[in-house]
Every structure is written in structure tokens, then in C-alpha cells.
């Protein structure tokens, strides 16, 4: 049975970071690409990131570039979303989703995802 679960939610203060974590059972991950979406109550899905584990090939959205990191562990199969500079607006509930297709901005569409954890709680306040 294909399953994803994420782990590494909490509360954090404004600048501090967090890493998320995705683990996969049921298949390896290097047959997958995994990404990262958000969800704030009231709004629709985000795609925050994305990784082909199979190639390393890394995505990320403009408002998240260059202060999360998406990175593959083969041996535990999970991938890791570092997080840092974490703002208020980062503030939402991760998910991580499983797809067939290879890594890209055009990939990150929740419309073309497989599978789907149920999430994990980030809170970014003082």
C-alpha cells in the first residue's frame, strides 16, 4: 500500500527555521518525483517544491527560493524540506504528494499528483 506521511510541523518564531520531513512506504522514491504543496483555511493549494529524487532535479517557487532547500534521502526513502528565514506568511498546513512526472515548474500542479499525505501544521509567530 502506497503511503506518504510528513512529520516536522510546529509552532516557530518569525526568522527561525523548521525541516519537514516525507516518508514514503510502498514504493522507492526514486521512481517518483515528490512535492511540496501549502494550504491556508480559506485558500487553494500552493505548490511550494518539487524533486525527481531519481536525478536530484529541484523546483521552487519564487517566494520560497533561496530559503527552503528540498533534498532526498534514498535510505530512509523520505525526502526533506528545510525550511529557514521562515516569515508569518509561511504559516499553513504541508503536504507532500507523489506523481509520476519528472520534476519542473509545470509539474507542481496538484491536478497531476498520484498520492497525498495528510499534512503536517507549520505556525510561524512571536
Known amino acids: 500500500q502506497v503511503q506518504l506521511v510528513e512529520s516536522g510541523g510546529g509552532l516557530v518564531q518569525p526568522g527561525g527555521s523548521l525541516r519537514l520531513s516525507c516518508a514514503a512506504s510502498?514504493?522507492?522514491?526514486?521512481?517518483?518525483?515528490i512535492s511540496w504543496f501549502r494550504q491556508v483555511p480559506g485558500k487553494e493549494l500552493e505548490g511550494v517544491s518539487c524533486i525527481s529524487v531519481s536525478d536530484g532535479t529541484t523546483y521552487y517557487v519564487d517566494y520560497v527560493k533561496g530559503r527552503f532547500t528540498i533534498a532526498g534521502d534514498n535510505a530512509k526513502n523520505t525526502v526533506n524540506l528545510e525550511m529557514a528565514s521562515l516569515k508569518p506568511d509561511d504559516t499553513a498546513v504541508y503536504y507532500c504528494?507523489?506523481?509520476?512526472?519528472?520534476?519542473?515548474?509545470?509539474?507542481?500542479?496538484?491536478?497531476?499528483?498520484?498520492?497525498w499525505g495528510r499534512g503536517t501544521r507549520v505556525t510561524v509567530s512571536s
Open positions: 504528494a507523489g506523481s509520476g512526472g519528472h520534476c519542473s515548474g509545470y509539474s507542481l500542479d496538484v491536478h497531476g499528483m498520484d498520492y
Open positions: 510502498g514504493f522507492t522514491l526514486d521512481s517518483y518525483t
